[in-house]
């Protein structure tokens, strides 16, 4: 049996959607969804009992408990021998399940398996990759602080990870992935000490089952076969929630090691990361167009990122003078300073471009 496991915060449409896009998997034998609502909305509530199918789980919290300690509460009620999380904004294309519970039965060291996730609708944004906050990237992140050449290397090192993701046709092994879309295998769970720490209330508590997996002897895997929809919205709340998460990973995984105590000490003296030029780009009729020099039009890469070294970033694979974002996707991109990156489709290219742009606010809608 597989269990499916989504969380709802003020998201019940979106979340009637994910649970619609489980039900139409072929091929997977017995399927189990358990739906937790931490909303402590009566609309939410009363949205959620009226349209979810008659078989699934439903549990209403009286409090918001977070999106760890709820994951846990339909993880204790759950019996199936995979665990799959869904975000509610995300769908499972089809057969995107039965690939991964193949994959993830033929490679008894997966702890965890994860389908391509695209952006979009028409399957062209791709969504990055996850890594682990390592010493050894802290040590990069330090090093991109002192020199152009580092911040150039430290870049072009997540961009080949990445590319390898976007591009690959075969099942791959990677560092870490991502809660909320992945299949668990609930052996692996137990034997790493269960589903998540509740002391993370949201973000991170992702990072850290994967470092925990990690421990345990069990790796991490991607299913290129396997495709899913998560259509991610980037605001300045998220940035302030995963803020709250890092001191705890900090503590748990990193604070008492010598080399990270050194690291946070030179820190403080380093100056900032070397940025490149980025061109000031203007919002036309809803869309933001990128020219392309005549040197890539046959074949280019567009990404996208809220951060100026491009880790994470998204990714359109493309040809043509001018590339495109529409206004259903950019406007996922809230307020905040975001970058895009234009080159050739290769882990070093010769020629980038780049370009900054003000995210989605309503007072843009009134230029």
Known sequence: MISVILVNYKTAVLLLGAVSS???????????????????????????????????????NKENTGFAKACNQAFARSSGDYVLLLNPDARLLPAALSHLVNSIETRPDAGAISPRAYWDDA???????????????????????????????????????ALQLWTSKEVIQMEALSGGHVLLRRKALLECGGLFDERFFTYWEDTDLMQRLRIAGYRCYVDSAASCLHYYEHTPNKDHLIGQGWPIYKMKHLQGKLRFQFLNWLEKYLP??????????????????????????????????????????????????TAEVNF???????????????????????????WQWKGYSNSLLSR
């Open 272 to 321: 900032p990361v070397y940025l490149p030029d980025f061109e000031p780009l203007e919002i036309e009729r809803n869309m933001l167009r990128f020219p392309v020099p005549t040197a890539l039009t046959k074949s280019w890469l567009l990404e996208l990122s809220p951060s100026p070294q491009f880790i994470p970033a998204v990714g359109y694979f493309g040809n043509g003078s």
């Open 22 to 60: 489980i039900q139409t998997q072929e091929g997977v034998g017995s399927v189990e969804i358990i739906v937790v609502d931490n909303s402590v909305s009566d609309h939410e509530d009363k949205l959620l009992r009226a349209q979810l199918p008659s078989e699934v789980t439903y549990i209403r």
């Open 328 to 354: 259903s996707l950019w406007s996922r991109l809230h307020e905040n300073t975001y970058f895009a990156r234009l080159s050739a489709p290769v882990p070093k290219p010769d020629l980038m471009f780049y």
């Open 123 to 161: 399957c062209q944004f791709l969504l990055p990759p996850s890594t682990f906050p390592s010493l050894t990237n802290l040590y990069g992140k330090a090093m991109a602080r002192l020199h152009p050449i580092f911040a150039q290397h430290q870049a072009l090192a997540f961009r080949k990870l």
